[in-house]
């Protein structure tokens, strides 16, 4: 029962984040800056959404991602690139990760994972690409045009292996809060 519990509880966060990312983009929702103390005050949802949504919006104000993540400091781009793959891989998994654009974070996912001290995590990922032999500095090869590609991708590696196993380990965002906790004054 806890594991149904914690996977409708992962689907919920990932279509509610879908949600709020989706009218945040729209302009129907407006984002209210929040830093300092006032993070310290929110629950852990509260306190990793409110983080992610703020650094989504500074980075969206900028003219392309790359661009933003060299003016953003080093745990915002942290908790950024761990937000947009653990949501990738929520929603689709990590063929989808590395078939979105955000396959343009897979060389720095490893670190980031360190960083927030998810070793499980970062296990799974590091044996998934040696195991694969995927270069994460060349991932043309998953840049698709079509519903039929895609079908494809998903069967050029056990993409489900790594989903099935990537559900079993404590939420990412747990360990994403943790860490923003710990840098607070860097938000």
Same mark, same amino acid.
């Given at each position: 029962m806890k594991k149904i519990f914690i996977k409708? %509880?992962?689907? +919920?966060?990932?279509l !509610?984040? +879908? *949600?709020?990312? $989706? $009218?945040?983009?729209?302009? &129907? $929702?407006?984002?209210?800056?929040?830093?300092? @103390? /006032? !993070? %310290? %005050? !929110?629950?852990? &949802?509260? $306190? +990793?959404?409110? &983080?992610?949504f703020q650094i989504l919006d500074t980075v969206e104000?900028? @003219?392309? /991602? =790359?661009?933003? !993540?060299?003016?953003i400091n080093v745990e915002q781009k942290t908790v950024y690139i761990l937000g947009t793959y653990d949501m990738e891989i929520q929603n689709g998994g990590l063929c989808q990760f590395f078939v979105n654009s955000s396959r343009a974070f897979a060389p720095y996912v490893e670190d980031s994972l360190e960083k927030v001290g998810a070793a499980e995590h970062k296990k799974l990922f590091a044996d +998934? *690409?040696?195991?694969?032999?995927?270069?994460v500095n060349d991932l043309d090869s998953f840049i698709i045009n079509d519903l039929d590609q895609y079908e494809s991708q998903t069967k050029r590696y056990d993409f489900d292996s790594f989903d099935n196993k990537y559900t079993t380990l404590p939420e990412l965002t747990d360990y994403i809060t943790r860490y923003? %906790? =710990?840098?607070?004054?860097k938000f």
């Open positions: 409708f %509880k992962s689907a +919920f966060m990932v !509610l984040s +879908f *949600i709020t990312v $989706l $009218l945040s983009s729209c302009g &129907v $929702l407006g984002t209210k800056q929040v830093h300092g @103390d /006032e !993070l %310290k %005050k !929110l629950s852990d &949802v509260e $306190l +990793f959404e409110t &983080v992610y104000s900028f @003219d392309n /991602e =790359e661009a933003a !993540l060299s003016q +998934f *690409i040696e195991n694969n032999n995927i270069d923003i %906790k =710990e840098n607070t004054e």
